[in-house]
């Protein structure tokens, strides 16, 4: 029975390794999602390097991942000022405004209900979105995500496999300094990592209609 | 020696994705000699068919986790394993899954070249074969709903049907559900995602059962996951992409309900109702993967003959009743309809 239940672990482990941490596949083809605008020169360097050792030699030792674990991180410039909003449906033609409007500017629709419809958008265009919005929409919105940049950071492990913390790199220590003026602003990144303990039972947020990101924070 | 060893898991593959990743499953399962005469029912659990759902993969995973370790202590599991074998395939799209790691983390699709330059990726859960053509989802290879330009383009999509079908009929399997979870929004879907006019056969059962595994969910954590039919799932209505079918053809549980004939299809939207969305931190991963698992094991004692009566396993006394004779009368019904 145990030998068996090794066994089994064993392939599990197998099985999650390769969608649990970083990739051994570099990517050579980013034609068409360009993200980085401005890579810095030794990074990039060092990341073909290790592309090509691997390639010949095979994968590194696992001590030796944690260092290079960074530069697997995409880009966090994409998503800078980018907000997710949730507007409230009530008919199917607020739906179908919806619809053809996050269509036209090519939006990221997250998700869509019979209640609600949240998308993706940078913040310097929620004006004209809105605008193109029936007047019913215009106020029937609010902010789900207030740091999309900061939310992607925070999915990736800030710890490696021999449990030492993962660096914060440069490119996210300026995208994620903390804002001053956003009066929407309750995520407080100086936090981070959110190692919080329980999580808040639900119920009493939705009665009160809110569903900040802080919901985790405690 | 097979008999008096017998193995519960085994890594197998479904196939390859579009730049040649292998897709990887766990099976377990305690295979029998003396099955060689009834076909051996089988339930599969998926995740990633979208690549930014991390949470779907690590519930998967979870879950697989969950059912070894609990075999040989939780007597319902064990005898679940005895009479169904259960596939967990944590990434269905292993491309996508690496560009979200790689480049964007908020991609959806896969990664197959398309007939526009720019606009990769096909929305796996709109590229299988049933109900196809009557899709209300996009035509637009830039879409994020692109299914592709005819039915089974998605190479994943294919692998994991070509695999289905090859073990029904060259390996006496029986498909009896498909467990596909995704996230966000907290709900239980059940078939049809294609249209919302058009009913499963058994759709009372369904919905009961789908009202089970809600329940299971919020005695387990507290978190509440809304049952709806899939047609209601979350698809934006283009209006230029509106057939007078309106929601999304080509799924994944439409296909294994319809053309496996396995009847007790869900899709399974994960944490959470949009805080993080996507973007869950990873501190819900255990809490999501414990309430999941609660949910399978409703799943198990439900297929296992016991009709949801609301007892702990544990406390029941060991019945033989398996859904073998509801589910007969079940499929003699549907073919009727057919």
Known sequence: ????????????????SPVVGSLPHPIRDHASQSTSSSPRLFPLLTWIRDGAVEFIFGRPAKKTEAADSRLHLPSLKPYADEVVLRFNVTTPS??????????????????????????RLRKDRISSFLGLLPESLRDAHRT??????????????????????????????????????????????????????????????RTLGTECCTDSIT | MEAMFPSIARVISIGSSYEGKDIPALKLGISRSDETVHARKTLVVTGGLHAREWISTTTVNYVAWSFVSNYGRERMITKLLEHFDVIFIPVMN??????????????????????????????????????????????????????????????????????????????????????????????????????????????????????????????????SYSVTSACRGAA????????????????????????LGAHFSYQIKLRDTGSYGFLLPKEHIIPT?????????????????????????????????TRDTDHGSELRRVKRHR
Request: hydrophobic share 40%.
């Open chain 1, 144 to 205: 789900l995500i207030p740091d999309v940049a900061a939310a992607v950071y925070g999915t990736f492990p800030s710890w490696d496999d021999a449990g030492r913390q993962i660096p914060i790199s440069e490119e996210a220590a300026t995208l994620l300094r903390p804002m001053t003026d956003d009066g929407d602003n309750v995520f407080f990144r100086d936090y981070r990592p959110l190692s919080v303990g329980t999580i808040r039972s639900r119920p009493e947020k």
């Open chain 2, 236 to 259: 934006l209505r283009s209006p230029r992409h509106i057939s007078h079918v309106e929601a999304g053809g080509g799924s994944a549980i439409d296909w294994f309900f319809h053309e």
């Open chain 1, 94 to 119: 607020q739906e179908e405004a919806l619809a053809e409007s996050a269509d036209r500017l090519f939006l990221d629709v997250w998700a869509a209900t019979d209640e609600f419809v949240d998308i």
């Open chain 2, 289 to 321: 993967g414990e309430e999941i698992f609660h949910a399978m094991k409703y799943l198990g004692d439900y297929l296992l003959g016991n009709n949801g009566i609301e007892r702990a396993a544990e406390d029941r006394e060991p019945t033989d009743a």
């Open chain 2, 94 to 223: 292993p491309d996508g899954v690496e560009y979200t790691w790689q480049v964007d983390r908020l991609w959806r699709k896969s990664r197959q070249h398309t007939s526009m330059r720019f606009c990769r990726g096909l929305d796996l859960d709109h590229a299988f074969g049933f109900e196809w053509d009557k899709s209300g989802v996009s035509h637009d290879p830039c879409s994020e709903n692109y299914g592709g330009s005819e039915p089974w383009e998605a190479v994943e999509a294919l692998a994991l049907a070509d695999w289905a079908r090859n073990q029904t009929r060259n390996h006496n399997v029986r498909f009896v559900g498909l467990i596909d979870l995704h996230s966000y929004s907290q709900q239980v879907l059940f078939p049809f995602a294609y249209t919302c006019h058009v009913d499963p056969p058994n759709r009372e059962n369904l919905e009961e059962l789908a009202v089970g595994l809600s329940k299971a969910i919020r005695l387990s954590s507290g978190e």
């Open chain 1, 1 to 16: 029975m145990r030998i068996r239940r090794v066994t089994a672990l064993v392939c599990l482990a197998a099985l999650a």
